[in-house]
């Protein structure tokens, strides 16, 4: 009675069944169980310990990363409770909690699939692609190489990581922020990685601190959703790109995860095509294209890519500003 008893002590915690709600869908290591479950590190270690002692929870490892899964052990006396749990998982499935905790899983799915070195063969769900040296990032670099030295402003900068990137093949960023503190955590980014062709800025999307025509391509990279209004920010961006630039949009297709809102600040739960392509049209920008960038079966949040040129004023040319006339 006192195994029972602690048993089911074990199970009565919310965070240690959705633990395991995860792991009956997908193997996954600790730091992704941290992203899904938004829970402090110490705290999905801790739960896993207790649960891997209670033999539900087994441990592998695996390239350097030790994984868990449920320990299917259901063939003998825990046979009832998996089955138990496992009408209680199908029964909450529409729990907000629980659908969100879903989302996050198919994110951290999606970030797999796009990884060459996790990437699993379709013929066989354990093999896998070794390609030394094959990475999306590196590709992404060497693309980069090709464009010319252009200026660049990244609306929506956050920790800078997208501000890094462009700083490889720019020849001047402009990286805007509303956050101080995230401004802060950036720029110390910056400087470890020994960055200094970049200007870090204060403001809002919709009232950028950045003088007309100023940059050749202004981003937003899952940015305008956090915007009080959308169709203003496009409009400033559009308005800092000079003649002949472009305005580049990733951000996220319309969903039902209201999570979002209180766990990452989104004010918009994402944006439909044809809204849009019309806000970049009604910012006076030409030849919008508005497409998928990103999308897995099952996963609640599809990657738009959005992009429209600023109209060239004319056939003169006009001078190139100074590389601090911003």
Known sequence: MRQASALYKLLGDEARLRLLRVLQRERLNVTELTGILTLAQSGVSRHLGLLKDAGLVAEEKEGGFTYYRLSHAGDGDRRELWAMLEREFDRGAHDPAVRADEARLQEVLRLRKENFDTHGSPDARDARQLVPGRSWAAWSRALGLLLPPLKVADLGCGEGYLTMEASRWARRVI???????????????ARRRRVSNVIWKRGELDKLPIRDEAVDVALLSQALHHARNPARAIAEAARITAAGGRVLVLDLRSHEQEWVRAKL??????????????????????????GVGARRTGDPFVVLIAAGSKRQSGPATKPRRNEGDI
Not at 269 to 285: I, R, T, V
């Open 175 to 189: 990286a805007v922020d509303r956050s101080d503190a995230v401004l802060a955590r950036a720029r110390a980014l």
């Open 265 to 290: 600040g989104d004010r918009r739960l994402g944006f439909d095509d044809n809204e849009l392509k019309g806000m970049l049209s009604a910012a006076g920008l030409e030849q919008v294209r508005v």
